[in-house]
């Protein structure tokens, strides 16, 4: 049982970079194997030390257990044992919900892990009569946006949910759903999904978020935007500060930074510092870009950010995994080598590394997470690959 939230509290639902996967047998197999030989330890160190000075064991298997053998006394041994849980990535793409104290709930992109946490969200509303959601989309792309048409609170009518996103991000979600506009063309209708407007009974309110300076808004109403927000001013949520900035992607992408009473987490998905031809101008445009990040992330307490490759996949010498080597250059995604320098440069105090590629297997992403532990015994700040499932209380 979770205790009050005391500030902000961070939900991971899914981490999953490019499309939902679901473990292998040969990666399941790797999960049993490891639990396996985690437990059988643990038992043999409780026999050696039950044993006789010659090392002989000799007591009966109720002995063990402390009552008769059935299924229950072994789940309580088994219990005392008390085994590591293997790590779980989960195979659920990006989604990410930020609780406030205040009672205020945000949600940061709605990929396949919005279905399980807007199942969280009804369970926690409950009967509650004022439901309001805050959704802050990053980008446009499919893994960011395909578990909306699933998620429970789009289908209820006490449900206000409050849309921000660049245009590009609005349009993904409207076009075959309709749900701002209430338009789904003839072409588009029931291609991508059987859902529409006119079965989803909760209340959309779309906002826009662009820089009104250089974009000023057209007089005369914008079927698509109810409003609009500009780019360089912050969102305040009751007690609670959004900022959100742009980074550098093949689609229009934004990063949030949310702050409340002095603590801050900052998500950043699909950005690349991109690698190359200094004279290519997207060389420029990713550093200007990853300043921006930098700027926002000194000393903060939470950073998850995409970091999908190693530089040698990033630049095609080497494969992900088993597969054959593919240069990945402009492909929207950054180094692990780029985060772990920036955060530490930056003073993260916990780093977060998602948007997991899915081709890199468990195995291959546990010796990862192992790399990274060394690096934050070296540093003295916290690095790991994001779980899905995974609550953090920044209190």
Known sequence: MQHEVSNLRVHFYGVQGSGSVFPSREERRAQFEQND?????????????SGDDDGTIRFRVEELLGKPRSRSAILELRNRLDPPEPRVYGGWTTCV?????????????????????????????????????????????????????????????????????????????????????????????????????????????SCEIRDLEASPVIEGGDPLAAGFHHLGSPLEIGATTVTMFEVFHPAPCLAYRVEREGKVFVFCTDHELFHGDEDDPRHAKSREAEGRLEQRAVG???????????????????????????????????????????????????????????????????????????????????????QAETVFDLE
Request: aromatic residues 10%.
């Open 37 to 49: 030989i985690e437990l059988l330890s643990r038992l043999l160190d409780r026999l050696e030390r």
């Open 97 to 205: 919900r930020v609780e406030t104290a205040d009672g205020h709930d945000l949600v940061l992109d709605c990929g396949s892990g919005f279905r399980n946490c807007a199942r969280d969200l009804q369970e926690k509303w409950g009967d509650r009569g004022q439901r309001e959601l805050y959704l802050l989309g990053t980008h446009s792309h499919l893994d960011h946006t395909e578990g909306f048409d699933q998620a429970a609170v789009c289908f209820d009518p006490r449900n206000t949910i409050r849309i921000y996103g660049n245009r590009q991000y609005l349009r993904a979600l409207d076009q075959n759903l309709g749900i701002f506009t209430h338009q789904v063309s003839d072409e588009l209708m029931g291609v991508q999904t059987p859902i529409f407007y006119g079965i989803m009974p909760a209340r959309f309110v």
């Open 300 to 386: 903060v307490d939470l950073l998850y950010r995409d970091g999908q490759y190693f530089r040698t996949e990033y630049d095609g010498l080497q494969g992900i995994s088993t597969g054959a080597g593919v240069p990945r250059a402009g492909w929207g995604h950054s180094c692990f080598e780029d985060v772990l320098e920036m955060a530490r440069e930056c003073g993260v105090r916990r780093t977060l590394i998602g948007h997991h590629d899915p081709n890199r297997d468990w195995s291959e992403r546990n010796w990862v997470d192992d790399s990274l532990a060394r690096f934050s015994d070296q540093t003295g700040l916290g690095f790991a690959l994001a």
